[in-house]
């Protein structure tokens, strides 16, 4: 059993109550719904848990147009009639012009797989509707065959979702549900430990510091998020910016450098901009 | 095993099904949790609650199970005891004695007496004039009357003028079923319809695919077009509860006529003016509100927006913060309204209250005034202008 628990890997700082939830799944080879604000490594858990339990990783990226049936399989049929026009000889078997979908690919593997299936919410509303059966049996049928595709192994399957769309109760109720929170500062530190091992203490300190206070401004319409801090750390190291840069005695009074990497939205930086003035005229 | 837990937890508003706590069963009995509590916290969390929102909900039953305290939920506004408040005398004033009675002075300073008289009085009062309680002539209580007085539990509206209400009343659910009368609705309705093609392209467009494979010299080329339907999208609030009762079975039928005619409608409920939260749900009410600022940002600003409700309500409740009757308003109803006037141009308020009435209520005035006039009665023909005006 040991070797079937996901426990994090090398660069993917895992919560207790995440790997939790995980390990749930993985037992009862369940669906995983993970949920949390943009930017706290949802797709990229699916990739490290694939890492951490060597297995092998598919995705399935979904979009306003994505049909359930795609997951499963597509039948080509205007590549068939095309061919029959063109006197083509696999023209007489219909299964050349089955196309195989993720969800296919992933009942199909030697060893039991991760499949992503990322950003569902993007989808119609019936979407996770249509999926229901597939999911919970981890078998379809398919028409034009007439042979049932019946899952080897369980697949571990991520759903992540950016809460766009309100999901069915029925589709709930087959899942486990994680929400990943915003980490706190002692997991951040974690985080950008594993990311960048040589960071100066001093620099991660004000650096951090610096972030969850940037957080805290009021009335930002894009608070930045974990990826965008390691982001904004990669170039505050590339351009060699001194901790003292960063130190507290005038981050109220100016922008931290190199802002563009936290704060992306036109707004937010204008709203920072007259937070600065009015701490600059308090100041004097 | 776990079900006093489970019958806590759907008693606590959470609604887990039957098979997730059978899930989490089978999951303890594959020692997925180890053995301590943290562990199946975790565990029983990522089981039975699917919304984040919840979360705390969850924690509150899981405190109150495994630590033995007995929570209250749902329940964050102070219970008055309802026996001190109980109807036993209902006294009727003469006018002469309601001339006699002043209002104690502005909306703050009524409030603020309030919180203070609540805190010295902790025995049931009656009759009288300083007290809390029932049939008296103090501003506060039931029964009662002062002008300006404060309903407390209460469970009729004796005047419809109360300040505040602090009694939970509860509303059944408009019933979108009833089919009496709406044809009559359903043909105004239809107005705003307008069909599109949107969405992915999953039908064969007969015309095009002969074109374009004759164009192809007899090979074939399949077009697809997306499925036509009505691209029309509404937000519909509605005012439930209060002066609203007298009107239901008119917003009832209006409600069952917009739910056949639209694709895309979406509904919420709010009581006499649109404040932080509104909710879909008129049982739950309470505990399932959803925030007015999210709505603004989860529908687009091609939603078109109506308002059905009488907007009889105090002054207050528009233009102060603090004047729901309901609950501590931070901002006021008007502030709310106008941000959603702001985000959907195309907006109009149905009143079910005849028309001829309007210029008598100054709270109409009021939400007409807001609603830059595009307030129309709630008929077949105030309907009619009504879509004309959001078309």
């Known amino acids: ?284 | 095993m776990l079900i006093k837990f489970f019958s806590m937890l759907r008693e606590g508003g959470i609604k887990v099904s039957l098979t997730e706590f059978l899930t989490l069963l089978e999951l303890l009995k594959q020692r997925v949790a180890g053995y301590s509590v943290d562990q199946f916290y975790y565990l029983s969390r990522a089981c039975l609650v699917k919304d984040e929102a919840l979360y705390d909900r969850f924690d509150r039953v899981f405190a109150a199970h495994f630590k033995g305290i007995e929570a209250l939920f749902g329940d964050d506004v102070a219970e008055i005891p309802e026996d001190w408040l109980r109807k036993q005398l209902e006294r009727n004033l003469s006018d002469e004695e309601k001339a006699q009675i002043e209002a104690l002075g502005g909306w703050e300073k009524l409030m603020e007496t309030l919180r203070k008289r609540l805190e010295e009085q902790e025995k049931r009062h009656q009759g009288g004039s300083k007290w809390i309680g029932t049939a008296g002539t103090s501003p506060f209580g039931a029964y009662g009357y002062n002008p300006e007085g404060i309903r407390i539990g209460q469970e009729g509206s004796r005047n419809r003028r109360a300040v505040k209400v602090w009694d939970r009343r509860e509303f059944r659910n408009l019933d979108d079923s009833v089919e009496l009368g709406t044809r009559n609705l359903k043909v105004a309705l239809r107005r705003l319809r307008r069909f599109a093609r949107e969405g992915a392209a999953d039908e064969l467009d007969l015309h095009d695919t002969i074109e374009s494979t004759a164009r192809n010299a007899g090979l074939l080329d399949i077009k697809m077009v997306p499925e036509r339907h009505n691209a029309v999208k509404v937000l519909l609030f509605l005012d439930i509860g209060g002066s609203m009762d007298d009107h239901v079975r008119v917003c009832e039928e209006l409600f069952s006529a917009a739910r056949g005619e639209f694709k895309h409608l979406e509904y919420f409920y709010f009581h006499n003016c649109v404040y932080e939260g509104v909710w879909k749900d008129n049982r739950r009410r309470h505990s399932e509100r959803m925030a007015t600022m999210d709505l603004l940002h989860k529908y687009a600003a091609d939603y078109k927006l109506i308002f059905v409700g009488d907007a009889t309500m105090s002054p207050y409740e528009i233009h102060y913060p603090g004047g729901s009757v309901e609950h501590w308003n931070e901002e006021a109803g008007a502030t709310w309204m106008k941000r959603l006037l702001n985000t959907y141009p195309k907006a109009i308020w149905l009143n079910p209250e005849p028309q001829q009435r309007w210029d008598y209520t100054p709270s109409i005035r009021m939400i007409n005034e807001i609603m830059e006039e595009r307030m129309y009665p709630l008929t077949v023909s105030g309907l009619e202008q009504g879509m004309r005006a959001l078309g």
């Open chain 1, 1 to 284: 059993m040991t070797e079937t628990r996901f426990t994090g890997t090398d660069r993917y700082v895992a919560t207790e109550d995440l790997m939790t939830a995980v390990n749930a799944a993985v037992t009862l080879g369940r669906p995983i719904l993970i949920k949390g604000e943009p930017g706290t490594g949802k797709t990229q858990l699916a990739e490290e848990i694939a890492r951490g339990l060597d297995r092998p990783l598919l995705q399935w990226h979904v979009k306003s147009t994505t049909k359930a049936q795609q997951g499963l399989y597509e039948h080509d049929a205007v590549a068939r009639l095309r061919d029959s026009q063109l006197g083509d000889e696999r023209v007489h078997d219909i299964a050349n012009y089955i196309v195989r979908g993720p969800l296919w690919e992933a009942f199909d593997q030697e060893v039991q797989p991760v499949l992503l299936i990322d950003e569902i919410d993007k989808a119609d509303i019936e979407f996770p509707n249509d999926l229901l059966r597939e999911l919970d049996r981890m078998e379809f049928y398919v028409y034009e065959t007439h042979e049932t595709v019946v899952a080897r192994h369980r697949p571990i399957i991520v759903i992540t979702s950016n809460n766009e769309k309100e999901l069915p109760d029925a589709f709930l109720r087959r899942c486990f549900f994680h929400y990943i929170r915003f980490p706190d500062h002692e997991t951040m530190r974690d985080i950008v430990d594993v990311h960048y091992p040589g960071l100066k203490k001093e620099l991660l300190e004000e650096a951090l510091k610096s972030f969850y206070d940037l957080r805290e401004v009021p009335g930002l319409k894009k608070k930045p998020s974990t990826s965008e801090l390691l982001d904004w750390l990669k170039l505050l190291l590339a351009e060699d910016v001194p901790p003292e840069a960063l130190s507290s005695d005038d981050r109220r009074k100016t922008l931290p450098p190199l802002h563009g990497a936290l704060l992306k939205n036109e707004q937010d930086v204008h709203l920072f901009e007259r937070l600065i003035f009015l701490n600059q005229r308090e100041g004097r």
